[in-house]
C-alpha cells in the first residue's frame, strides 16, 4: 500500500537520498552519517554547484545509456520525475532514421525539432500546411516514442525494414515546393528566420544524402540512386544553394562539392575501402553517423551532446593536467583517461603535480670527429645516427652511427672535399643525402659494401668494422643560364618526399634562388622550382627567394621554405605528377604548376627550420612549423592559418646557425644554443623543462691538429623511433647522447 507522506519534513524527506559525511554542508539537515540526506541540499552544499539539477540529471542519464546501464539508466529516469535526454520530436525523427522510415520524415516532422535558431514559427509557409505544422509543435512533447526507440536500437530491425521508396520521393518533392515557395519569398523573412530555414533545408540535404548512399552502397539500386539524385535531391542542393548566398552556413562541403562527391560515387566503381570517407561500410553505422550530424542543429537543452559528461571529464583532467608544466603524458588525446592502463589520472580525486616528473641524463660521448659537429640526423627507424663535421683534413666527414650497437661508427662517407652543412635521410632509412657547403650533392646508400676502417678498434672485439663508402650518385645545381653566371648554384639543405607516389624523390633548396626536385629512380633533376614559380606566377617582378632551409610536410602536399629574406613560403607540390616506371621520366610532367599557399612574414634573420614528427599524413600537426629566430627566440608558426601559435626563449644566438627539433613525440621543442647548452621547453606552454651543460667544458685538440674548440652547441636531433633518446653536437667536435627519465 503506498505511504501517504502528510507533512512538509515528510514530503522533503520523500526526494532525498544517501550521501557521505564529507558533502554535508552546516546547513545540511541529515545529521546521522547513515540517514538520508536531501538531493538539493547535497547538491548546494558543493563549493562550485552553480549548475543546473535537470542538466547533471541528463547527463547522468544519457552517459549510463553509452556506457551500456540500460537499465540503471531507465530508474534514474524514473526516479527524477521522467527527464529526458531528448525531446520526444527528436527521438521521433532519430527512431525514423535508424529504422529506415525514411518515408515518415517531412516538414512538419523537422518543425518540430527544438533547433539552436528556432524561428520556425516566422516562416510562411502556405496556409494549408500551418495547422499542421502548429498542431505538431503544440503535440510534439506528447509523443514520448520510448517504444520505437527501443526497436529503433535493434539491428535486425535496421536490417529488415524495407523504406516505402516511392512515398519518401513523393513526399520529398512536395516538400521541396513547399520550400522553394518560401525561399523565393526570404527577402521578407528576418535574421532568425533565415538561420532556422537554413537549418531545415540543411537536414533535409543530410536526409538526402543518406537516402542516396544507401540505394548506391545498402540497396545497389544504381538506376534509382541516379533518378533520385536527378528529380529530388540535386533540387533541395540547388535550394541550399540559393540560401546561402545571404547566409553563413558551418557544414564541411559546398553545394557544389557535395553533388560532385555524390557524382562521383556514380561514376566511380563501388569499391568501399575507397569511399570510407563517404560510406562508413554499413547501414546501422552510416545512420548513427547522420544523426550525428543532425544532433549539432539541435539545441543542446534539448539533446544532450554525444558524449558530453565524458568530454566534461576529459576538460577536467586536461586542466589538471596544465597544472602540471612536466607533465606530459598523453596531452593530444582527449579521452585517454577512460581507457583503461592508459592514465594514471583517479576521477575521484585532485591529481597532485609533481616538479620532478621529467629529467635528461647523459648516457654517451662519441669523438671520432676533429671538427665542429654541424649537423646531425637519426634515421626514420631510429637505427643510424648521422653526423657530419668540418674536419678539413679529410674528405671523409660524414659519419653513421650504429644506434643499437653501443653507437659504433657503422659506415664512413667519403667524397665530401667541402664541409657539410646539411644531412637528409630516405624515409626507408637506406639513402642519405650530403649537401657540401658549396659543391655537388652526394647521394649514399648506407648499407653498401666499403673498404673497412679502423676507427672501431677502442672496442674490445672487432665484429662490426666501419666501412668507407663512396656515393652512388652526386650532381651540382646547373647553372642557369639566364643569370648571367657560370658558377653552379650552392647546395644548402634537402628534404625527401614521404609517400609511394613520389618514392625516390628529394628537394634541395639553394641559397642562390632556386630549389629542384630531384629523381633517383631516374637520376635526374625533373623540375626546377624557380622557372616553374616564374612561368605560373601572378608578378613576373618578383624573384623566387634565397633558400637556406627546407622541409616536405608528411603527406607531400606541401614544400615549405625559410628565405634569407625574413619570411617563410608555403607550397602547394600536390600536383606533381606521380613516379613513373623505373627509369622513365613522367610523362605530364610539363603540366606541374606551382601555387603558394602562405607566408609567414618572420621579419627577422632565421637560422633553421624543422616540421614535427609525425607518422600519419592525417596528424593535426602536420601544418605547424618551427623557426630558430635571431636573436635568442624560436618560434612556433601555423602555415596554413598563418598564425604565430607559441614563442620559445632562453637560448642564445647571435651569430651562428643553430638548429632545433621536436622531441618527445612532439610535446617538447629543444635546441642548441651559443652558450652551449641545450634548451627544451614545453611545446604547448612555452616554459622551460630542461637546461642541459651540454658542450659547456673545454675539449683539448687532437694530435696532430691546429684546430681548437668552441662551446656553441650547433644541433640537437630527436631519435624518431625511441621519444627516450636524443642527440646533441657542437663546437667541441663532440656528439652526446642523452635519455629522457622520470623520477
Not at 520505437?148 to 516538400?175: L, P
Not at 583532467?317 to 579521452?335: A, G, R, T, V
Not at 635528461?360 to 660521448?365: G, L, P, R
Request: proline share 4%; charged share 20%; net charge negative.
Amino acid at each position: 500500500m503506498p505511504v501517504e507522506y502528510q507533512s512538509s519534513e515528510e514530503r522533503e524527506r520523500r526526494d532525498c537520498f544517501f550521501v557521505p559525511p564529507y558533502f554535508k554542508g552546516k546547513n545540511s539537515r541529515c545529521s546521522s552519517a547513515g540517514a538520508p540526506a536531501c538531493t538539493s541540499s547535497a547538491i548546494q552544499s558543493l563549493p562550485q554547484a552553480s549548475f543546473d539539477k535537470t542538466q547533471l540529471t541528463k547527463l547522468l542519464i544519457d552517459t549510463l545509456h553509452e556506457m551500456g546501464y540500460t537499465e540503471s539508466a531507465k530508474t534514474l529516469q524514473k526516479e527524477s520525475g521522467g527527464v529526458r535526454v531528448e525531446s520526444g520530436s527528436v527521438q521521433k525523427l532519430f527512431s525514423a532514421v535508424r529504422l529506415g522510415q525514411f518515408e515518415e520524415i517531412d516538414l512538419q516532422m523537422l518543425a518540430n525539432l527544438p533547433l539552436k535558431n528556432r524561428a520556425l514559427g516566422t516562416l510562411p509557409f502556405p496556409q494549408s500546411n500551418t495547422h499542421s505544422f502548429q498542431a505538431g509543435q503544440e503535440n510534439s512533447e506528447s509523443t514520448t516514442g520510448n517504444e520505437d526507440e527501443e526497436n529503433a536500437m535493434k539491428i535486425d530491425n535496421i536490417i529488415s525494414k524495407n523504406t516505402d521508396w516511392s512515398r519518401f520521393f513523393t513526399n520529398m518533392q512536395n516538400e521541396h515546393k513547399i520550400l522553394e515557395s518560401v525561399v523565393q519569398e526570404m527577402g521578407d523573412l528576418d535574421a532568425p528566420a533565415l538561420s532556422g530555414l537554413l537549418d531545415m533545408i540543411e537536414i533535409l540535404v543530410l536526409i538526402n544524402k543518406q537516402v542516396f548512399l544507401e540505394l548506391m552502397f545498402d540497396q545497389q539500386e544504381s538506376s534509382l540512386a541516379v533518378l533520385f539524385l536527378r528529380t529530388v535531391f540535386r533540387k533541395f542542393i540547388q535550394l541550399w544553394e540559393v540560401i546561402l548566398m545571404s547566409q553563413e552556413s558551418t557544414y564541411a562541403l559546398t553545394p557544389d562539392a557535395l553533388l560532385k562527391q555524390m557524382t562521383s560515387v556514380l561514376t566511380s566503381p563501388l569499391n568501399l575501402a575507397e569511399m570510407s570517407d563517404v560510406w562508413p561500410g554499413s547501414v546501422e553505422r552510416a545512420r548513427q553517423t547522420l544523426i550525428d550530424s543532425i544532433s549539432n542543429y539541435v539545441d543542446p537543452n534539448e539533446l544532450v551532446p554525444r558524449g558530453r559528461l565524458l568530454t566534461l571529464l576529459s576538460q577536467a583532467i586536461k586542466y589538471q593536467s596544465s597544472q602540471n608544466l612536466l607533465n606530459f603524458e598523453d596531452e593530444d588525446d582527449e579521452n585517454s583517461f577512460i581507457q583503461e592502463g592508459a592514465s594514471t589520472y583517479n576521477l575521484l580525486q585532485d591529481n597532485a603535480s609533481s616538479s620532478n616528473r621529467i629529467n635528461f641524463q647523459f648516457e654517451i660521448q662519441l669523438c671520432f670527429s676533429v671538427g665542429e659537429i654541424w649537423y646531425l640526423e637519426f634515421s626514420p627507424d631510429g637505427k643510424y645516427l648521422a653526423a657530419a663535421s668540418a674536419d678539413s683534413s679529410t674528405d671523409q666527414k660524414v659519419h653513421i652511427y650504429d644506434v643499437e650497437n653501443e653507437f659504433r661508427v657503422y659506415k664512413i662517407l667519403g667524397g665530401n672535399d667541402q664541409c657539410v652543412l646539411y644531412l637528409s635521410f630516405s624515409p626507408d632509412s637506406r639513402y642519405l643525402v650530403s649537401c657540401p657547403f658549396n659543391e655537388e650533392a652526394k647521394i649514399y646508400d648506407i648499407h653498401k659494401k666499403g673498404e673497412p676502417s679502423d676507427i672501431n678498434s677502442e672496442f674490445d672485439d672487432d665484429s662490426a668494422p666501419a666501412e668507407i663508402i663512396q656515393p652512388e650518385d652526386s650532381f651540382s645545381l646547373s647553372s642557369d643560364e639566364t643569370s648571367g653566371t657560370t658558377a653552379a648554384p650552392r647546395i644548402w639543405c634537402c628534404s625527401w618526399f614521404h609517400t609511394e607516389r613520389n618514392k625516390g624523390r628529394f628537394a634541395l633548396g639553394s641559397p642562390d634562388r632556386d630549389v629542384i626536385i630531384y629523381d633517383l629512380g631516374t637520376k635526374s633533376i625533373i623540375s626546377r622550382l624557380s622557372r616553374v614559380t616564374n612561368a605560373t606566377a601572378a608578378s613576373s617582378h618578383e624573384q623566387f627567394p634565397r633558400v637556406h632551409d627546407l622541409k616536405i610536410t608528411p603527406d607531400d602536399r606541401y614544400l615549405i621554405l625559410m628565405a634569407h629574406e625574413f619570411f617563410v613560403d608555403a607550397y602547394d607540390i600536390s600536383q606533381l605528377p606521380p613516379v613513373g616506371r623505373q627509369g622513365e621520366l613522367p610523362a605530364d610532367l610539363s603540366s606541374f604548376h606551382l601555387s603558394r599557399v602562405s607566408r609567414l612574414n618572420v621579419g627577422k634573420r632565421m637560422t633553421c627550420l624543422t616540421i614535427p614528427q609525425t607518422k600519419s599524413s592525417e596528424s593535426a600537426l602536420n601544418s605547424l612549423v618551427l623557426i630558430n629566430v635571431q636573436p635568442h627566440e624560436l618560434q612556433l608558426w601555423d602555415f596554413k592559418e598563418q598564425i604565430l601559435v607559441q614563442k620559445y626563449f632562453g637560448q642564445r644566438q647571435l651569430q651562428f646557425i643553430i638548429r632545433s627539433c621536436f622531441g618527445y613525440e612532439n610535446k617538447v621543442i629543444a635546441s642548441g644554443s651559443e652558450d652551449g647548452k641545450i634548451y627544451v621547453w614545453d611545446r604547448i606552454h612555452g616554459n622551460i623543462v630542461g637546461v642541459i651543460n651540454g658542450h659547456t667544458s673545454e675539449r683539448d685538440p687532437p694530435p696532430n691538429t691546429a684546430n681548437t674548440f668552441g662551446r656553441n652547441c650547433n644541433i640537437v636531433a630527436w631519435n624518431p623511433a625511441n621519444k627516450n633518446m636524443f642527440a646533441s653536437g657542437g663546437d667541441d667536435g663532440s656528439i652526446k647522447i642523452w635519455s629522457v627519465g622520470h623520477s
